[in-house]
């Protein structure tokens, strides 16, 4: 018998879930707590489970904090997260941090016995939603261009080179041939694009971005 654990601060939702789960073969459902808090203080009295079924949106300790203490203190638990968020940020952030799956709170019962199995035999469970929103992240990741991302045109990424240099704005201006007036607008359009509020924080943005190499 394979024991699970629910962490959901909706207590409905989670009595509807352990209601569900306890009609299984196979599962048992060892209690359900509200919040990340809650289920470390029951892991401290070693009432471990095979499976924490966690919800991301909690107070003290939220998924995100939870999944990954657990995935560094009792990494042997699979974590599967059971959320309304379908957002890709939400799911790469639960997988990321140890989520070993994660599934919506509108899926089927059927889909929710699937998970359950697919953890247990081949340690992760990945819906064919999922799997889509993880193949487009990673081709995003792949094909992402910094220029591109922060809507650059070829005279502001040749501002910012210059900005990485030890030229004043008065030498940049006339090495690209334009008043300093025009150097201005370069450099508030590069600030709100870069999101920073300094000379030095575009060299460290460049850096970051891979956009200039000292």
């Not at 629910?6 to 009609?23: E, F």
């Not at 809650?38 to 909690?58: A, C, K, R, S, T």
């Not at 809507?151 to 240099?165: M, P, Q, T």
Request: charge should be negative.
């Amino acid at each position: 018998m394979f024991k699970i654990a629910i962490a959901d601060d909706h207590q409905l939702v989670a009595k509807a879930i352990a209601g569900l789960i306890d009609k299984m073969e196979q599962y048992e459902v060892m209690y359900e707590v509200e919040n990340g808090k809650q289920l470390i203080h029951y892991f401290e009295l070693n009432m471990i489970p095979n499976i924490v079924l966690l919800d991301i949106n909690m107070p003290e300790l939220d998924g995100y904090e939870t999944a990954l203490w657990l995935k560094n203190n009792h990494p042997n638990v699979k974590i599967l997260a059971l959320s309304m968020y379908d957002k890709e940020e939400a799911i790469i952030g639960m997988l990321r941090n140890g989520a070993k799956g994660y599934l919506l709170k509108g899926c089927r019962p059927s889909e929710l016995k699937l998970a359950l199995d697919s953890v247990i035999e081949k340690g992760f469970y990945y819906s064919e939603y999922v799997t889509h929103k993880l193949v487009k992240n990673l081709h995003a990741e792949k094909t992402a261009n910094p220029i591109e991302q922060l809507g650059l045109n070829s005279r502001e990424k040749d501002f910012i080179l210059y900005a990485c240099s030890e030229m004043t704005y008065h030498e940049i201006a006339d090495k690209m041939c334009v008043s300093p007036r025009t150097i201005d607008g370069y450099r508030e359009q590069v600030f709100q694009k870069m999101n920073v509020k300094t000379r030095v924080g575009i060299v460290l943005e460049a850096v970051r971005l891979g956009l200039f190499h000292p």
